[in-house]
C-alpha cells in the first residue's frame, strides 16, 4: 500500500459503490474512507478492484457489522476468517465492530440487536472481543449502540459496560454521536450528559449519521437509526461538544441508504472538518 | 433473574414470529401493546432484507410488480432467512421458492428469471481470472486434442430453461428492453464475468451440453461427444471459437492432470 495505513484524525466518508468511479477519478480531498467488511467478502469482482484502486490512495478503515460479538456461543470461526483475510489484505488502519448481537440459533437477523447490560453480558463481550483482537492480531473498536428497548434486567448504565468491555479486553472505543442522540431521546434521559461521561480518551473514531423521526403509539417521539439522510443539527451540536473535551478524532459520514450524490457526502464530510478546525483555532487562541 | 441465554432466546422468537408478545425481558414500558419500539425490530429486519432481494432481482421485480415482489419477498425471507451474516449471495434458493409460490403460479418462468438473476449476482463476486486466448490451443499437440481438459472461468453458470429466459431478463431489467419475446422458444444460457462487467449468453444448440462436461471437468473429446448425442450437427471448431470468444477458458490442463471442477 503507497497511503500508510494510519487514519488521520479528520473526516471519513463510507465507501458506497455508487461512487466508486467519481472517487477513483477525481481523488477527492477527504481523509479516508470506511467499509462494511461484509460488503467485501466476495472471492472477487468490482468491489474488490475498486477497494484495491482506492486503498492505494486513502487509509482505510474496516466495520464490521454481522459478527455478533454479543451472541451466544463461541463467536463463527469462518467469519473470523474472513475478516482476518481482509485485515491482512488491505491494512486499514482501524478495525470496528457493534456492541450487539444479529445472529441466534444459526440465522442471522441483518439488524444490530441489543443487550441487557448485567455482568453476565458484559464477560461474555469482553471475551468475544478478545478473541476477535486475538484473530486479528490488534485493537478494535468497540460502536455504542442505537437502542429502542431497554432490558429489566440491566443492571449497569451502558458507559459503564462498555467500560467493563475496555477494561477486560483492552479494546477501544467508537462513539456513534448519533446513536447517542437516538438511543437518549428513546430512553429518556439527556444526550449531553452522555457524552460528556463518555471516557474519550479511549475513543478512536467519531461516526455522524442521520436518523429518522417517528412517534410511537403513546405519542413519545421515536428516533430510528436510519442512516439515510442529511445529518441533523442536534448531532452536530453535540459532536462539537465531543470535539470540543476530546479534540479532533477521525470522524466518518455514514449514509448507506437513499446514497446522495458524491457532492452532498463530501460537503458533510467539509463540515466536519471545520467543526475540528474550529475547534483547534478556539484551543489556540485560549 | 432470567440468563442472558433464555432472552436472547425469546427476543430471537418474537423477532420472527409477530404473532409472539414482546419479550417479558424487555422493560415494561416499552411492553405496553400500544408501543411499537420492539416493532422497530421486528420491522428493521424485514425490511432490510427485503431491500437485499430488491436489489438483486429487479427484473423479477419488475415481472411481477413492486408489491407482489414484496410479499414473495417476505414469504420467502420467513421461510429461508439468511444463516450467513455476508448477504452478499443471499438470495440462491429464491429461483426453486417462486416454483413453489401458488401466487405465482401463473408466471411460471419467473424461477427461471430468479435463478438467472441470482446467476449473475455470482458471477458478479465470483473470484477473478483471465481468460485465455484461443490461439493458446494451437500450442496443444494434435494427438492431445482429444483428452486435454480446459478449466472454465470461476464466474461461469450455466442455466436451461424451457422458456426465453436471457430475453425475458434483457427486457425486464431494461439491459434490453426493445428484444422482441418468443415465449416457445426455449434458451440455454452461460452466466459470467471474465472481467469487471457480466455477460449473459444464449447458447447455440449443443453448447450448453458440451460446457456442461467441460465443467464437469470431462476431456475436451469426451464433452463433445456428449454435446453430440442431442445435436448431431454438433460442430466442434465452431464452439470452440464461441468459447474462447466468450472468455470462457481460463487454463488448457494436460491430459493426465487431475479433473479440476470450476
Known amino acids: 500500500m503507497e497511503v500508510p495505513a494510519k487514519v488521520p484524525a479528520r473526516a471519513g466518508v463510507g465507501l458506497k459503490a455508487q461512487h466508486y468511479d467519481t472517487i477513483v477519478a477525481e481523488r477527492p480531498d477527504v481523509g479516508w474512507f470506511e467499509v462494511h467488511a461484509e460488503n467485501y467478502m466476495g472471492a472477487g469482482g468490482a468491489p474488490h478492484h475498486y477497494l484495491e484502486a482506492i486503498r492505494r490512495d486513502y487509509a482505510l478503515s474496516l466495520h464490521g457489522v454481522g459478527l455478533s460479538i454479543g451472541g451466544e456461543g463461541p463467536l463463527d470461526a469462518a467469519h473470523l476468517a474472513r475478516l482476518k483475510a481482509l485485515n491482512e489484505r488491505y491494512q486499514p488502519g482501524l478495525v470496528s465492530e457493534h456492541l450487539a448481537w444479529s445472529s441466534h440459533g444459526g440465522v442471522f437477523f441483518n439488524d444490530l440487536l441489543p443487550l441487557p447490560y448485567t455482568a453476565e453480558a458484559a464477560a461474555r463481550v469482553g471475551a468475544h472481543v478478545e478473541r476477535l483482537q486475538e484473530v486479528l492480531g490488534r485493537q478494535i473498536l468497540l460502536e455504542n449502540p442505537a437502542t429502542y428497548v431497554t432490558f429489566e434486567s440491566s443492571e449497569m448504565s451502558e458507559i459503564d459496560f462498555l467500560l467493563a468491555v475496555v477494561q477486560r479486553s483492552g479494546c477501544g472505543l467508537l462513539l456513534d454521536v448519533n446513536n447517542v442522540l437516538v438511543s437518549a431521546t428513546n430512553q429518556g434521559y439527556a444526550a449531553e450528559d452522555y457524552i460528556d461521561a463518555f471516557p474519550l480518551s479511549a475513543v478512536g473514531e467519531i461516526h455522524l449519521g442521520g436518523h429518522a423521526r417517528d412517534r410511537d403509539d403513546a405519542g413519545a417521539t421515536l428516533l430510528i437509526d436510519a442512516h439515510d439522510r442529511a445529518i441533523d443539527d442536534l448531532v452536530w451540536t453535540l459532536y462539537a461538544r465531543t470535539i470540543a473535551r476530546g479534540g479532533p478524532l477521525p470522524s466518518l459520514i455514514e449514509w448507506d441508504n437513499a446514497v446522495p450524490?458524491?457532492?452532498t457526502l463530501f460537503a458533510e464530510a467539509r463540515r466536519a472538518d471545520r467543526v475540528m478546525t474550529a475547534e483547534l483555532d478556539h484551543a489556540r487562541a485560549v | 433473574m432470567q440468563g442472558l441465554s433464555d432472552l436472547q432466546a425469546a427476543f430471537a422468537a418474537a423477532l420472527v414470529d409477530p404473532a409472539l408478545p414482546v419479550p417479558a425481558a424487555v422493560r415494561r414500558q416499552v411492553r405496553l401493546p400500544q408501543s411499537r419500539r420492539f416493532d422497530v425490530y421486528r420491522n428493521n429486519m424485514m425490511v432490510s432484507l427485503i431491500e437485499a432481494l430488491e436489489a438483486a432481482f429487479p427484473a423479477v421485480r419488475c415481472l411481477v410488480g413492486a408489491d407482489f415482489f414484496k410479499a414473495?419477498?417476505?414469504?420467502?425471507?420467513?421461510?429461508?432467512?439468511?444463516?450467513?451474516?455476508?448477504?452478499?449471495?443471499?438470495?440462491?434458493?429464491?429461483?426453486?421458492f417462486l416454483d413453489g409460490f401458488a401466487p405465482a403460479a401463473s408466471v411460471p418462468y419467473l424461477g427461471d428469471v430468479a435463478r438467472l438473476e441470482w446467476a449473475r449476482l455470482f458471477a458478479h463476486h465470483a473470484a477473478d481470472a483471465a481468460p485465455l486466448e484461443i490461439g493458446r490451443l494451437a500450442a496443444v499437440p494434435e494427438s492431445d486434442l482429444e483428452t486435454v481438459r480446459l478449466r472454465l472461468h470461476p464466474s461461469l453458470r450455466l442455466l436451461g430453461s424451457r422458456f426465453p429466459v436471457a430475453r425475458l431478463w434483457a427486457a425486464a431489467s431494461g439491459a434490453d428492453p426493445s428484444v422482441e419475446v418468443d415465449m416457445k422458444r426455449a434458451e440455454q444460457v452461460a452466466v459470467l464475468r471474465p472481467a469487471l462487467s457480466v455477460d449473459v449468453r444464449v447458447l447455440p444448440s449443443g453448447g450448453y451440453d458440451f460446457m456442461v462436461h467441460l465443467a464437469e471437468g470431462k476431456p475436451l473429446g469426451a464433452a463433445a461427444e456428449a454435446a453430440l448425442r442431442n445435436c448431431p450437427d454438433f460442430e466442434l471448431a465452431l464452439h470452440l471459437r464461441g468459447l474462447f470468444q466468450l472468455g470462457a477458458v481460463v487454463a488448457i490442463e494436460p491430459p493426465n492432470s487431475e479433473p479440476q471442477q470450476a
Open chain 2, 72 to 96: 414473495a419477498a417476505k414469504a420467502y425471507i420467513r421461510q429461508t432467512p439468511p444463516a450467513s451474516p455476508v448477504l452478499l449471495l443471499y438470495g440462491e434458493s429464491f429461483g426453486d
Open chain 1, 261 to 263: 450524490d458524491w457532492a
